[in-house]
């Protein structure tokens, strides 16, 4: 395992928050979140951000050069050693983009992991997502004991619906994921390893067990 980095892909929905955090814990990898990182980039105003900004109010995918651009600031802004990537890349051209920045700044290639989630399951699971604005915390109706409105148990913030988590955005972003990652699974079943794992129909912790588990598969 010490040397791969790890890439974590699937539909929004899919669990990468959660299942990141398993693998966090059982291999040491640093986790970067291009969500947060977008988000962060948006809420700091830079440049890239606002461009950013743009693209997401759109429920659009931000163009791969505003991507790799923060991306790469962060790798170089942190030298980690290990890196698990979470919802990057999602095109060919950010994969090719995402080698060289690793290479640049010496990080190992990458065991990616697919998480397969049926669209239905994804509009179930993330219509009901909430988030608090204060902490950013993500609740969810079907687990928490909260609605929109709601003070958030953690740090008595407001929670909200996120604009990108209505009903009508996120069949959207499945739209755009399903349409745009096509060509990259197929990069990667190529160039390998790739692992798919079905993550549905099971405990929250067993998935992330079954996840685990065919990392280490991969990396033997
Ligand atoms: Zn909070």
């Known amino acids: 395992m010490e040397k791969y980095n790890l890439i974590l892909l699937g539909p929004p929905g ?4 959660t299942h990141a955090e398993a693998l966090k814990r059982e291999f040491n990898v640093e986790h970067i979140s291009t969500g947060d990182m977008l988000r962060a980039a948006v809420r700091g105003g830079t440049e890239l951000g606002k461009l950013a900004q743009e693209y997401m109010n759109a429920g659009a995918l931000v163009p791969d050069e505003v991507v790799i651009g923060i991306v790469r600031d962060r790798l170089i802004a942190t030298r980690p050693e290990r890196v698990l990537f979470d919802g990057f890349p999602r095109t060919p051209a950010q994969a090719e983009a995402l080698e060289q920045v690793c290479l640049q700044v010496g ?3 990458a065991i990616v992991i697919y998480l397969e989630v049926s669209d239905d399951e994804v509009v179930s699971r993330l219509s ?8 950013a915390k993500i609740y969810n109706t079907r687990y ?3 609605e929109a409105g709601s003070e958030c148990p953690a740090c008595e913030g407001e929670v909200y619906q996120r604009e990108d988590d209505k009903a009508e955005a996120i069949r959207q972003r ?3 994921y399903r349409e745009q990652t096509a060509p990259l699974f197929d990069y990667y079943r190529y160039r390998g390893p790739l692992v798919e794992v079905r993550a549905e129909g099971s405990t929250i912790e067993a998935l992330s067990a079954e996840v685990v588990a065919a990392v280490r598969g991969a990396a033997d």
């Open 14 to 17: 899919a669990g990468k928050g």
């Open 107 to 109: 990080l190992p290639r």
């Open 128 to 135: 009901g997502r909430l988030q608090c604005h204060n902490c």
């Open 144 to 146: 928490d004991q909260i």
């Open 174 to 176: 499945l739209r755009v």
